[in-house]
């Protein structure tokens, strides 16, 4: 079945440390996205993607990095400009940007700085 | 400026009774579209709903439907005949047209408990 598959579910980092969140699809789907949820709010999006080789800033893309060097692939990464990494991490994919295209949500990954 | 308002943090609902869940949006683009996502405790984002903004009928999915109105800007999910499965966290988000296109901003979320 297609879908997208992020790993790990849950991730411990220790303080400095940079940590890869993995994000991969096999729905073919061109655009790739990757919010931030905290406990009790709305998902705030770091970073997207709609071709390989490139990606945009977010509203909160600072202590973040990605890179899109496969269509099926964009990973990011909690570096430890980051502040305050914990949260729940949700990647998405968009067969395309048209506007009656939602996104299909993997199953995220749960981040908490020990 | 936030775009999508959902003013109900939470609500309670007594099981099979109807729920309406608000929200607003704005937007200067004559071209959006509107989602409704489910979220349960697992953290799963599952679509509901879709709404266009030149569609002239209100979008409808089993027991979800979504009263649009346009003029007051406002796109809200009614659950009928709610169910214990129901209870979860539920927002509203809209793309937009034009060069932001690729972008869906979400709200802050309501979050649903169905009594039994």
């Known amino acids: 079945d297609g879908g997208i598959t992020q790993s790990p579910k849950y991730l411990f980092r220790k303080e400095g440390q940079n940590v890869t969140l993995s994000c991969e699809q096999n729905?073919?789907?061109?655009?790739m996205y990757w919010y931030r949820q905290d406990p009790g709010q709305g998902l705030r999006l770091i970073y997207y993607?709609?071709?390989?080789?490139?990606?945009q800033k977010g509203d909160i893309a600072e202590g973040y990095s990605v890179s899109r060097e496969k269509k099926e692939s964009f990973p990011l990464t909690v570096t430890s400009a980051q502040k305050n990494p914990t949260a729940f991490y949700l990647c998405?994919?968009?067969?395309?940007?048209?506007?009656?295209?939602?996104?299909?949500f993997g199953s995220g990954t749960r981040l908490t700085v020990v | 400026a936030q775009k999508i308002t959902q003013t109900q943090p939470g609500m309670f609902v007594q099981e099979k009774e109807a729920v309406t869940l608000d929200c607003t949006y704005d937007?200067?683009?004559?071209?959006?579209?509107l989602f409704w996502y489910k979220q349960p405790s697992s953290g799963e984002m599952i679509f509901l709903i879709y709404q266009g903004s030149y569609d002239q009928q209100n979008a409808t999915e089993g027991r979800y439907s979504l009263n649009f109105q346009k003029a007051r800007k406002s796109a809200n999910l009614v659950i009928s005949a709610s169910q214990l499965g129901d209870s979860a966290m539920y927002f509203c988000?809209?793309?937009?047209?034009?060069?932001?296109?690729?972008?869906?901003?979400f709200g802050s979320g309501t979050r649903l408990s169905i009594r039994p």
């Open positions: 993607s709609q071709i390989v080789n490139d990606f």
């Open positions: 988000a809209m793309r937009e047209g034009g060069s932001s296109a690729s972008k869906i901003i």
């Open positions: 998405a994919s968009s067969i395309s940007s048209g506007l009656n295209y939602g996104y299909t």
């Open positions: 937007t200067s683009d004559p071209s959006y579209g």
């Open positions: 729905l073919n789907h061109d655009a």
